[in-house]
C-alpha cells in the first residue's frame, strides 16, 4: 500500500483524475471488526439510502395538487369567495378537490405497497468485515468499510482502490462517457459507476450525501420524465384544450362587458368554462389508474420502478430477449471438454482449470468450468491478466512459465475454419461451445484493447448446457398470442441462440438471423432493416445490442428488452420498456422499469394482461370526461350564439360531472365494472367524444332554448293573476327552469353513454338485467343526484320543470342518443377512414 502523503502536497485536479493517499487504517484482508462497525453506526458514519420504487411523498403531493390547472382554478375559486359566492366557490371546486384526494390517496397506498415489495430487489453489497466477505443491503454500509466489486456490481459510494484485479468501471451514468475506465491501486471508484469486467476491493470513504453521485444528482436536479404512447395523447389533447380555453376566455371576458355583466357572474361563469375546457380530472385518473394497476401488477411478484411502465406494458409489441438468464436459467454445467490437435484430455483439463482458478473474477461460465475442472496441479503462478469482457468475447492469463491462455468465442479465438465449423455444430445443438487456445506471447496489459496473438495453438473446446427455464414455451406462446413479437439477442454463438430459440417456441426463419460481423459488415439502412426483420441476433457486442433496440424504436415499434446482466444495460437504456430478472446484475435491475421478483419470465403475459385492463380503464375514463366536456363547451357555444344568459351554472356544473363522470369513473378505476374492449384511441375515444358531445350539446341546447321561451311563458301565465313579476324576476325564473332541464338532459345523454361503455343498450332491455351493477351504479348515480337537486331547488338556483319540461327531459336525451347509435352504425361512418384517405 502507498505511503500517505501531506494533503498539502497534493495538486488540484478533477476528481476522475484524483489518485489520493490512501490513509484508511483497515488492513485490505481482514476489514473493519465488528466493534468499529458498531462505533461507526453510532457515530452516525452509515450510507443514507433512499429507495428507488416509488417517489416521495412530497412528489405525489406537489404533481397532484399544484397544477397550472389547479392554481388557476384556485384564484378564480379565491375571488369567487372574495365577492361573496362562498357557496357556488365550494361546488366549483368540490370535483376538483375530490380528485385530488383521490390522487393522493391513492398513490400514497400504491407508495406503500411498492416501497415493501422494492425491499425485496434492494441492492445487496459485499463487504469484508473480520476477514470474511459477507453481502450487505447497501444501506449499512459503514465509513472504511472495504467493498468487493466484481462484474455487474454498481459502486454504492465512493473510496479508494486498495487491490485491483485488472478492474475496468463503467462511468458512463456519471460522465456520459461509455469507455470503460480501468482503476489501478489508489485511483477513486465513483458510486454510481459499475463493474464491467475483473474485480477490486476499495474503501468506503464518502458515504451518504458526501457521494459524487448524489452531489451530482443535487447539482442538476432535472427530472426526466418518459410519455407512454397514451400519456403522449393525453397531453396533446389537453393542450389543445387550453389553446382553445385561452381564446373562449378571451370571448367570454368581451362577452361580459359588452351585455353588461356583473363581475360576480363574470367569475362564476369563468369557473364553469375552466372546469369544462380542461379535463384535470382526467389526467388524475390516469394517475389514480397507473397507482391501481401497479399495486395489482405487485401481486404478481413484479415490481414497477416507474408507474407510467403499467401502460408501456400494454403499448410493447415488440420485445428483446438475453438467451442467458431469461430464456434459460443460467445454471450453466459442463456437459463435455473436447481435446484438439495433440492435447489430451487432462492437459486441457489443467489449462482450463489454470485459467478459472488464477482469474480475477469469475462469471458464471467461468464458475462451471472451475466446479468441473478442480484445482490445478500446477504451481505456476499469475503474471498478467485481460479479464474476460462482453465486448472482446475473451480473455486471457499469462503465467510465469511464459504460457498465455486464452478463452472465448471460437470463431474470435480459433484460427482455422474447420475448428469453427466444429464449435458451430456444437451450437446448432443447443450447447455453448468455448474455445481453449494457448500462446507463448505475452499480453502488453498496458494497452486499452490488447490484441490476440497470431500464433494461436487451438487447444480444446469446452460444452457448456443451459437448461430452459419452467413455463418459459409456454409465456413464449401466451406472449405471441398477444400479437407481441419475440427476438432473442445474446453475445452466445448465433447456432445455441437460434437453437435455444426455437426450442423455447419462437419461429427462427434461416434468413431472420444475423451474427455480429455481418451486422458489421451493413451500412446503415441495411442494418436497420436487419434489426426489424431478424429473430435472432448472435455473438452481439453490448453496444450492438444497443443500436439494434435503437433502430427498431426508429423503425416505429415500441420495444420492451428482458434481461439480466452487466452486458443488457446499454439495451435497457435504448427500450422504451426495460425489463430485468432479480437474481441479475445490480446495475440492470437500478435502469429497469419492471424487475421480475421471482426471475420467471411467466409472470410477463400475466402483468401484461393486468396492463391492458388498466388501459382500458383510462380510455373509458376519457371516453366519459371528454364527451361531457365537449358537451358543456359546445352548449355554452351555442347558448351564446342565440344570445341567452349562461346555460350552466357552478351547482349544476358539479353535480352534472359528480353524476356521469366523477362516481363512473371510480367504479371503473376500482374494477366494480368493466368496460367493454377500447381498440384506438383517436377513433373508439376522441371520435365517438366528439361526436357524443356534439349529439349531447344539441339536445341540451334544444331544451334549454324551448324550456326558456316556451315554459318560461306558461310560467309566467300561471302566476300573473296572484303576482306581478318583475322583467328581472322572470327572466330568472325562466333561466332556472331552462338550466334545470338541459342539466338533467345532458345527466340523462352521458347515463346512456356510461352504459354504452359497460355494454348496455336502452333499446335492448336484457343487456339492462345482464349488467344489473352497471344498470343499478348508473341509475343510482344519476337519480339521487338529480332528486337532490329538484329537492332543493332555491338552493341549486332552479325551478322545478313543468309536464312539458318533463317531456324534454325524457325526449330529447333518448332521441338524440338513436340518432348517435344511427350514425354509428351508418355506412357513411364506416367508410369514413377510406373515403378520408382517398386522393
Known amino acids: 500500500m502507498p505511503q500517505p502523503t501531506s494533503p498539502e502536497n497534493q495538486p488540484d485536479r478533477e476528481i476522475n483524475d484524483t489518485k489520493p493517499p490512501v490513509t484508511d487504517p483497515t488492513d485490505p484482508i481482514t476489514g473493519l471488526s465488528e466493534s468499529e462497525v458498531l462505533d461507526r453506526k453510532r457515530s452516525g458514519d452509515i450510507n443514507v439510502v433512499v429507495l428507488r420504487s416509488s417517489r416521495t411523498y412530497q412528489d405525489i403531493f406537489k404533481e397532484n395538487v399544484f397544477t397550472l390547472f389547479n392554481v388557476t382554478f384556485g384564484v378564480i375559486l379565491i375571488l369567487m369567495m372574495a365577492l361573496g359566492q362562498i357557496t357556488d366557490a365550494i361546488f366549483s371546486g368540490f370535483s376538483v378537490f375530490m380528485n385530488i384526494l383521490v390522487g393522493v390517496v391513492q398513490e400514497i397506498q400504491a407508495k406503500l405497497t411498492l416501497d415493501k415489495l422494492a425491499l425485496l430487489s434492494v441492492q445487496k453489497v459485499t463487504v469484508r468485515r473480520d476477514g470474511v466477505s459477507q453481502a450487505i443491503p447497501v444501506g ?6 472495504l467493498i468487493e466489486l466484481n462484474p455487474g456490481d454498481r459502486a454504492p459510494v465512493d473510496g479508494t482502490v486498495l487491490i485491483s484485479q485488472n478492474v475496468e468501471m463503467d462511468e458512463s451514468l456519471l460522465t456520459g462517457e461509455s469507455d470503460p475506465v480501468a482503476k489501478q491501486q489508489g485511483d477513486i471508484v465513483l458510486s454510481g459507476s459499475f463493474c464491467l469486467a475483473g474485480s477490486c476491493i476499495f474503501s468506503a470513504d464518502k458515504i451518504g450525501n458526501e457521494s459524487y453521485a448524489v452531489k451530482l444528482s443535487q447539482s442538476s436536479r432535472v427530472y426526466k420524465r418518459v410519455f407512454t404512447p397514451l400519456q403522449k395523447k393525453i397531453d396533446i389533447l389537453v393542450e389543445i384544450f387550453v389553446l382553445v380555453l385561452i381564446v373562449a376566455a378571451f370571448l367570454h371576458v368581451a362577452s361580459s362587458l359588452n351585455s353588461g355583466r356583473s363581475m360576480v357572474d363574470t367569475i362564476r361563469y369563468a369557473s364553469v368554462i375552466i372546469n369544462s375546457f380542461v379535463p384535470a380530472g382526467l389526467i388524475l385518473s390516469i394517475s389514480v389508474a397507473f397507482a391501481i394497476g401497479a399495486v395489482e401488477i405487485s401481486k404478481r411478484r413484479t415490481l414497477i420502478q416507474k408507474i407510467n411502465a403499467v401502460d408501456s406494458m400494454n403499448s410493447v409489441r415488440i420485445l428483446c430477449t438475453d438467451k442467458t438468464g431469461t430464456l434459460t436459467q443460467n445454471k450453466l454445467v459442463v456437459k463435455e471438454i473436447v481435446p484438439l490437435g495433440d492435447t489430451d484430455e487432462d492437459s486441457l483439463r489443467e489449462l482450463i482449470a489454470l485459467y478459472t482458478n488464477l482469474m480475477g473474477s469469475q462469471n458464471s461460465s467461468a464458475k462451471a468450468m472451475a466446479t468441473f475442472t478442480d484445482k490445478p496441479r500446477s ?12 465486448s472482446r468475447k475473451w480473455g486471457a492469463i499469462s503465467l510465469d512459465i511464459g504460457t498465455t491462455i486464452m478463452i472465448g468465442a471460437p470463431e474470435i479465438l480459433f484460427t482455422s475454419p474447420e475448428t469453427q465449423e466444429q464449435a458451430k455444430q456444437y451450437g446448432r445443438q443447443g450447447l455453448r461451445a468455448i474455445a481453449v487456445v494457448s500462446s507463448e506471447d505475452s499480453f502488453d496489459t498496458s494497452e486499452k484493447n490488447p490484441a490476440l496473438p497470431n500464433n494461436r495453438r487451438a487447444r480444446g473446446i469446452v460444452l457448456l448446457e443451459d437448461s430452459l427455464r419452467p413455463d418459459v414455451i409456454e409465456t413464449i406462446s401466451e406472449l405471441q ?30 434468413d431472420a438471423v444475423f451474427t455480429q460481423k455481418t451486422l458489421d459488415e451493413m451500412d446503415a439502412p441495411t442494418f436497420s432493416r436487419a434489426a426489424s426483420s431478424g429473430t435472432v441476433f448472435g455473438r452481439i457486442t453490448p453496444d450492438t445490442k444497443r443500436r439494434l433496440i435503437s433502430a427498431m424504436v426508429k423503425r416505429g415499434g415500441y420495444v420492451g428488452m428482458v434481461g439480466d446482466g452487466v452486458n443488457d444495460v446499454p439495451a435497457f437504456k435504448e427500450a422504451q420498456l426495460a425489463i430485468a430478472m432479480n437474481d441479475g446484475a445490480q446495475i440492470s435491475k437500478d435502469v429497469a422499469d419492471i424487475v421480475l421478483l421471482d426471475n420467471n419470465l411467466s409472470a410477463l403475459p400475466q402483468a401484461f394482461s393486468a396492463g391492458d385492463d388498466i388501459k382500458q380503464k383510462i380510455l373509458s375514463s376519457a371516453l366519459l370526461y371528454l364527451t361531457k366536456n365537449i358537451m358543456v363547451i359546445l352548449t355554452i357555444s351555442f347558448a351564446g350564439f342565440v344570445q341567452l344568459p349562461f346555460p350552466i351554472e357552478p351547482r349544476h356544473m358539479t353535480i352534472l360531472t359528480m353524476a356521469v363522470v366523477g362516481l363512473p369513473t371510480i367504479w371503473i378505476a376500482f374494477g366494480w365494472l368493466k368496460p367493454v374492449r377500447l381498440e384506438n384511441f383517436l377513433r373508439d375515444v376522441l371520435g365517438y367524444s366528439c361526436i357524443a358531445g356534439i349529439f349531447g350539446a344539441i339536445a341540451m341546447t334544444i331544451g334549454y332554448v324551448f324550456s326558456y321561451y316556451i315554459s318560461g311563458w306558461a310560467l309566467l301565465k300561471s302566476v300573473t293573476g296572484s303576482a306581478i313579476l318583475s322583467s328581472e324576476t322572470f327572466q330568472d ?3 332556472g327552469q331552462a338550466q334545470c332541464v338541459s342539466t338533467l338532459i345532458g345527466m340523462l345523454f352521458c347515463l346512456f353513454v356510461f352504459w354504452n361503455i359497460t355494454g348496455i343498450s336502452i333499446w335492448k332491455f336484457r343487456t339492462l338485467i345482464k349488467n344489473p351493477t352497471a344498470s343499478l351504479l348508473g341509475i343510482l348515480s344519476v337519480g339521487i343526484l338529480g332528486i337532490v337537486m329538484l329537492i332543493f331547488p332555491r338552493f341549486f338556483q332552479i325551478e322545478v320543470p313543468d309536464q312539458f319540461g318533463w317531456s324534454m327531459v325524457i325526449f330529447l336525451p333518448t332521441s338524440a342518443y ?10 357513411l361512418v364506416r367508410n369514413l377512414p377510406r373515403y378520408l384517405s382517398q386522393p
Open 140 to 145: 449499512d454500509v459503514v465509513r472504511d468499510d
Open 379 to 390: 504451481q505456476s503462478q499469475l503474471v498478467s491478466e485481460v479479464p474476460f469482457s462482453s
Open 481 to 510: 398470442n398477444k400479437n407481441i413479437r419475440l427476438k432473442v439477442i445474446s453475445g452466445d454463438s448465433v447456432e445455441t441462440v437460434a437453437s435455444i430459440a426455437r426450442q423455447a417456441g419462437i419461429a427462427v426463419p434461416d
Open 733 to 735: 325564473m325562466a333561466r
Open 818 to 827: 338513436y340518432m348517435l347509435r344511427m350514425l354509428q352504425s351508418s355506412k
